[in-house]
């Protein structure tokens, strides 16, 4: 059997395609395979370096292919599509990951471990079920005000309207029982939500470097959690900048001809992250509006000149470099540091490069 430099695999739930080349770059593998035979055929080859792409599944076959010594790199799907020369189909696919995967400049996703992949698995219980519980409530407030029933904004306003619907006898019947039957779903959601919010917390408890990140202004357990949960190698990035423009909290980029040009923020990477970070710094800046707790000179000047939905999200930018230095670092937040000198750093050191000022004034 040939001996093969690197080999592009195209996953998918059953069938499997490999493209390999050799040292001469000469393609010398172009193969399709089921999902039983895929853990024999590697088994038998020598070690080498295998790329995926980061999708479905990808995690776990990384994690077999490793125990049977060989290098797997994973990349983003997205950093892999300008490789495809044409057309769409798993050869070309399995052909675009073995190219792309040589660049020396190709940026890799690094493997979970199962426990890693518990624990996301943990965050994406909690997202999914806060978005059918929003889903709910919205129903039962349509449903409702199809009677003529409204009530206020915020999820502990739908108990008393159900209330409201319960001991109104002018409904009809089959109305009645169906807003019954909608809000047992709802205090169900409720019930599973919390249950789930007490393993996530205990998770927090019991994790040192998501204790640490709560420390920091505007992240409290469930954002640190999140954010170790979710960046299992904070190393991979370069530095906090970059790690905040993986979460998508820094401006778009357009410029040409030597004139630079900075939009919207990209909303690039997790969602969910980028959303509780966003959160941490809305609450954080309605502390400070409403006198309850005193702003860092950096804040203070930015809500100056900016509304405070656009500081919200310079906000969210620095907390999400702040926390990525701790994480490197192992270092602990410096309160008093950060309200001093006017820019938030932990010991030893300081913090992460400062953003510049387009970055800070970006639009939400």
Known sequence: MAKFTRIGMDTSKSVFQLHGVDAEERAVLRKKLRRKELLAFFAELEPTIV????????????????????????????????YVKRGKNDAADAEALCEAMSRPTMRFVPAKSEEAQAAQMLAGVREG???????????????AAEFGLIAAKGLEKIEPLLARIAANESLPVLARDLFAAL????????????????KLRSWHRGNECSKRLAEADGIGPITAS??????????????????????GLTPKDHS?????????????????LRSLLVSGATA???????????PSPWLAAILKRKPPKLAAVALANKMARIAWKLMVTGERYDQARAMSE?????????????PSRKTIYAQA
Request: hydrophobic share 35%; aromatic share 6%; with cysteine.
């Open 183 to 198: 809000g047992e779903e709802f205090r169900q959601l409720k019930s599973r939500l919390a249950e789930i919010d007490a």
């Open 129 to 143: 079920l806060i978005k059918r519980r929003t889903q709910l409530s919205n129903k039962i407030r349509g449903h």
């Open 51 to 82: 790329g995926m792409e980061a999708c479905g599944g990808a995690h776990y076959w990384a994690r077999e292919l490793n125990r049977l010594g060989h290098e797997v790199r994973l990349m983003a799907p997205q950093f892999v599509k300008p």
């Open 284 to 294: 954080v800046i309605q502390q400070v509006r409403l006198g309850r707790t005193k």
């Open 342 to 354: 006017g820019r938030a750093a932990p010991h030893k050191g300081g913090c992460a490069t400062r």
């Open 256 to 272: 040409t001809a030597g004139r630079q040009r900075l939009g919207v923020i990209t909303r690039a990477g997790d969602e969910t």
């Open 226 to 247: 999140m954010m170790v949960m979710k960046t299992p190698d904070p190393k991979a990035f370069r530095s906090g900048r970059a790690y905040g423009a993986w979460i």
